[in-house]
């Protein structure tokens, strides 16, 4: 089992106040946490990384400036099927529709109490429950 200080967060969202709040929060709870506004920004991070280093879980606005979150989502997976993939926004109506994110291990709605997140995080990472804050 990994260690919350081990687990790699790739979090993309548009909207620079959320996206600055979250990445912030998320490293004050132990995470590595790397941010991007766009999900071009996101795939380019991920194509020119992909040799060195896999993060634990991508975070993904399902609504974002340039590409449908669902997209970026769909190249992630083709590459590595493994790796963790959480929704995460507040499209309430929309996130009520599961079938449009088949592909995804997690759809959370924002807003959400971080200590909740943090505890669903670090399940899905799967962090022993002792190292929850």
């Known amino acids: 089992m990994q260690e ?7 979090y993309c969202d548009s909207n620079d106040i959320v996206r600055r709040t979250m990445s912030s929060l998320l490293t004050q709870y132990g995470y590595q946490v790397t941010s991007f506004a766009t999900g071009t920004e996101l795939l380019e991070y991920f194509f020119r990384t992909l040799e060195q280093h896999i993060p634990t879980i991508i975070m993904i606005d399902i609504y974002l400036s340039d590409i449908d979150g669902r997209e970026a989502a769909k190249t992630i997976r083709e590459y590595n099927p493994l790796i963790k993939l959480v929704v995460f926004s507040g499209h309430g109506q929309v996130l009520r529709s599961k079938s449009i994110f088949k592909g995804f291990d997690v759809v959370l709605q924002k ?23």
Do not use: F
């Open 111 to 133: 807003p959400m109490h971080i200590k909740e997140l943090d505890s669903r995080l670090k399940k899905l990472a799967n962090v022993p429950a002792s190292s929850i804050c």
């Open 4 to 10: 919350a200080s081990d687990v790699s967060i790739v």
